[in-house]
């Protein structure tokens, strides 16, 4: 088991992107391409500069508690910051843990960047931490974000009635999907294959 995840950083790479810590320098750019449309579901709704400094600060706080690993996605190219996502629900003892609080700026969502920042962090959790089993929830309603897990090749294995309360008080059931490490070898072909339409189409 490596046990470096909160050690020393962790960034994670490809010819396309880079997943790197995020730290309170990162508010600015991540509030730039910010829209309210991203919070539909999450716990809560992120609008001005001074709510994305909090919702940082507190994404911070929960690497240096070792509750969680978040990361910004820069895309080599221009050394532009088009989005966030973060491992969380680490659960070393039962190498597992659940990838989510993922959203991407309106020009980079259903492009590359989705995939690629979903095929290094399973590829490792998987194959550097050697996880077991990575996870993905999100809500009953979204319907897009369901799709989008499901295209990863993740098994839906249910719903989660009332998983939490959002900060408008809505109570939210929320949808439940799993990749286990005996998927991985199909999971990560499945990636290989979606690489290479993209380059063909020339969609990078």
């Given at each position: 088991?490596?046990?470096?995840?909160?050690?020393?950083?962790?960034?994670l790479?490809?010819?396309?992107?880079?997943?790197?810590?995020?730290?309170?320098?990162?508010?600015?750019?991540?509030?730039n391409?910010?829209?309210?449309?991203?919070?539909?579901?999450?716990?809560?709704?992120?609008?001005?500069?001074?709510?994305?400094?909090?919702?940082?600060r507190?994404?911070?706080?929960?690497?240096?508690?070792?509750?969680?690993?978040?990361?910004?996605?820069?895309?080599?190219?221009?050394?532009?910051?088009?989005?966030?996502?973060?491992?969380?629900?680490?659960?070393?003892?039962?190498?597992?843990?659940?990838?989510?609080?993922?959203?991407?700026?309106?020009?980079?969502?259903?492009?590359?960047?989705?995939?690629?920042?979903?095929?290094?962090?399973?590829?490792?959790?998987?194959?550097?931490?050697?996880?077991?089993?990575?996870?993905?929830?999100?809500?009953?309603?979204?319907?897009?974000?369901?799709?989008?897990?499901?295209?990863?090749?993740?098994?839906?294995?249910?719903?989660?009635?009332?998983?939490?309360?959002?900060?408008?008080?809505?109570i939210?059931?929320?949808?439940?999907?799993?990749?286990?490490?005996?998927?991985?070898?199909?999971?990560?072909?499945?990636?290989?294959?979606r690489?290479?339409?993209?380059?063909?189409?020339?969609?990078?």
């Amino acid at each position: 088991m490596n046990t470096t995840l909160f050690t020393s950083p962790i960034i994670l790479e490809n010819d396309l992107i880079q997943l790197v810590p995020m730290e309170l320098e990162h508010s600015v750019p991540l509030h730039n391409i910010n829209q309210i449309d991203h919070w539909a579901y999450m716990l809560t709704k992120i609008q001005t500069q001074q709510d994305m400094d909090h919702w940082v600060r507190n994404a911070v706080m929960l690497r240096e508690q070792g509750m969680a690993h978040p990361f910004v996605v820069v895309l080599k190219k221009t050394n532009e910051i088009v989005g966030t996502t973060r491992l969380y629900e680490i659960n070393t003892a039962h190498r597992s843990c659940e990838i989510g609080s993922t959203w991407y700026g309106k020009d980079y969502q259903r492009t590359f960047v989705n995939s690629s920042c979903k095929q290094l962090l399973l590829t490792y959790c998987f194959e550097t931490l050697n996880f077991i089993r990575v996870q993905f929830k999100t809500d009953e309603r979204n319907i897009r974000s369901q799709k989008a897990i499901e295209r990863l090749g993740a098994t839906k294995e249910g719903v989660m009635r009332n998983e939490r309360i959002l900060s408008d008080g809505y109570i939210r059931n929320a949808v439940l999907y799993s990749i286990t490490k005996e998927d991985w070898k199909s999971v990560k072909q499945g990636f290989v294959d979606r690489e290479k339409y993209y380059l063909s189409t020339k969609h990078v």
